[in-house]
């Protein structure tokens, strides 16, 4: 219902940010929402062959020029690792529920391996769930006020219509992509497995076809669901704090990602658009479904979007280590000094 709502009022996204909306408030109304993990992953997997459909032979040349804004990327993370959690540390969080709020990633991986650091997983996750969903919601509505995009009357289509070939060429993507994707432990796996062999079948010219609109909008209404299903059982008067610093840290993540994307993108040579699409720290499914609705560089953004949460993934528990054996050794040190 919220997702036909948002489409007869032709707002952007209306099947995924209906759903997301209109479940997350019947969640935080006391309703009982939830959304099944496995139906979850199995419609991901259907939007990964989706977004694997927008690599073309053409775009191999391309790929090797995405050097400076992946570096910019990197050192973009590299700020929001020092800044966002030196804030909400000044806000009253421990160090890992600080750490592992700030960094824009998957929200079931940064919660549990916050969780393992000694952090808060309630306010980890719930720190995430708002980031996705205001990330999801703001910026296509910023674009479609701002600088004039248009939602499209149908779910947009990639390619030519379906033979029996391109049929089970898509299939395949999706069930081996999805299979592979959770056995091997992927970043993001139910979309990233579906997601690449998609894009290698699609780069080699296998085929030029796409999942058909009807099951794109029927998974996109799952996924809204599933970010909504995230408010279950919290209340507005019992997390108020957590949400208004999450919505602090978003805020300041998307204004950092604006002025980077304006301001460094025409010196790189990437349009702006689309370098802010890349930079915002929205989840990789929703952010590149918006890259596709308004009419971006799907490919582009969707790198981007698989990297940063590699690099986050590999990377972010590393750091957090290191930091806490400095900070370990500083405190001793002190301690040490203080009894001489």
Known sequence: MG???????????????????????????????????????????????????????AMLGQITQWAASLMLLAAFLALLAIVIPWLLGRAGYDHATAYFSALPAGLTEMTAVGM?????????????????????????????????????????VIGASLSRNDLALLIGCGILGLWLGVRLNLPA???????????????SGLTASSPPGLLVSM??????????ARFAGLSLKTTAKTLCLATAVTVSMLALSGVGAMTLGPVIGVEPLALLLALAPGGVTEMSLIALALDQDIAFVTTHHVVRIALIVMIGP??????QKWRTKQENSITNKSQE
Not at 137 to 151: D, K, N, Q, T, W
Not at 220 to 225: D, F, K, Y
Not at 318 to 323: K, L, N, R
Request: glycine share 10%; no cysteine; charged share 5%.
């Open 219 to 228: 998974a996109q209404i799952v996924l809204g669901t599933s970010v909504g």
């Open 116 to 156: 393992d650091n000694g952090g808060n997983p309630q306010i980890i996750a719930l720190t995430h769930t708002v980031r996705v969903l205001l990330v999801a919601f703001s910026i296509p509505f910023v674009m479609v006020a701002l600088v004039g995009y248009e939602r499209p009357d149908t779910p947009a």
């Open 318 to 323: 590393v750091v957090f280590a290191a930091i």
């Open 189 to 203: 796996g139910a979309l990233a497995g579906p997601l690449a062999l998609s894009a290698a079948v699609h780069l």
């Open 3 to 57: 997702g036909a709502i948002f489409y007869a009022f032709s707002l952007p996204l209306p099947w995924m940010l209906g759903a997301m909306a209109a479940t997350a408030a019947a969640a935080l109304l006391g309703q009982p929402i939830a959304m099944s993990r496995y139906l979850r992953q199995l419609m991901i997997a259907v939007i990964g062959v989706l977004l694997g459909s927008a690599f073309a032979p």
